[in-house]
């Protein structure tokens, strides 16, 4: 009878290199890059003596980089937002660090509090405001790195780009 008590290793399971795979320097995959993403969000000691607010423009700040990758940290006092955009060839996370902020398509509108993530493709088209009465702080890793932001002016400009694309929520 076969189960799992009747499976034995034999010798020292280190010693069989071929099944063992070498750690990742750098995030290459969506579950890493969300993992990424999650790791610096929880670690508040890295991001948190860097944030400023001001109420003339976005602050944003380029916490780190990796092969392929940039990693920024964003701060949204009452009433500042990002305008209809996309990220060009840059696939992307989002995740609230602190506070709310609402994400914008042509599908509608959706709240993103403290915790929430957003995973999205090249060419998603959204606006991500702060509408809440308290500041807010967000962190965004690009990958391939951001190399462009291009603006859309009509209020639903091509919401079809946004839902081809696609942007899917993150849970814990």
Known sequence: MN?????????DILEVPHLLQAPREH????????GLARSLAADRSRWEHLVRYDATARWYHRLSTGPGYEVWLLSW???QGSGRHDHGRSSGVLTVLNG??????????RALATGAQRVFAPGYVHEVVNDALEPAVSLHVYFP???EMPMHTAPHCDGRAGERAGAHAVTA
């Open 3 to 11: 189960s799992d008590s009747d499976l034995q290793i034999a010798g």
């Open 27 to 34: 995030p290459s995959t969506v579950a890493e890059f969300v």
């Open 77 to 79: 006092v009452p009433g």
């Open 100 to 109: 709310t902020l609402t994400e914008r398509t042509g599908r509608g509108e």
């Open 145 to 147: 790195g951001l190399t």
